[in-house]
Nanobody, 126 residues
């Protein structure tokens, strides 16, 4: 059973940076893509970014392109989301999620993912 444990997050000022981590365990073979999603109060969960384990390709939501970077350390089974130039609109609970299997490209759709981290709060004040 694949498990995801998140760390990072917190309260920052406008324009500052944060890095979120998502450590995977319990999946000793095969491929799994990682996606990052976020959910603000009163809103639906939305895509942020994803990274493919087979190709290393990445994808980003338009709202975070150029500010957020997703990366993967396979030796540590950990995926990072580096967030720069944070804005109050980025305030949300952030979730990482895993999609087991071999895919040419990672997916930015919530329904594609089977395993979810516990979520971590990111708050950006102005």
């Amino acid at each position: 059973q694949l498990q995801l444990v998140q760390s990072g997050g917190g309260l920052v000022q406008l324009g500052e940076s944060l890095r979120l981590s998502c450590a995977a365990s319990g999946f000793t073979s095969g491929y799994y893509d990682i996606g990052w999603f976020r959910q603000a109060p009163g809103k639906e969960r939305e895509e942020v970014s994803c990274i493919s384990s087979s190709s290393g390709t990445t994808n980003y939501a338009e709202s975070v392109k150029g500010r957020f970077t997703i990366s993967r350390d396979n030796a540590k089974n950990t995926v990072y989301l580096s967030m720069n130039s944070l804005e109050p609109e980025d305030t949300a609970v952030y979730y990482c999620a895993a999609r087991a299997g071999f895919f040419r490209r990672c997916a930015l759709e919530v329904y594609e993912y089977n395993y979810w981290g516990q979520g971590t709060q990111v708050t950006v004040s102005s």
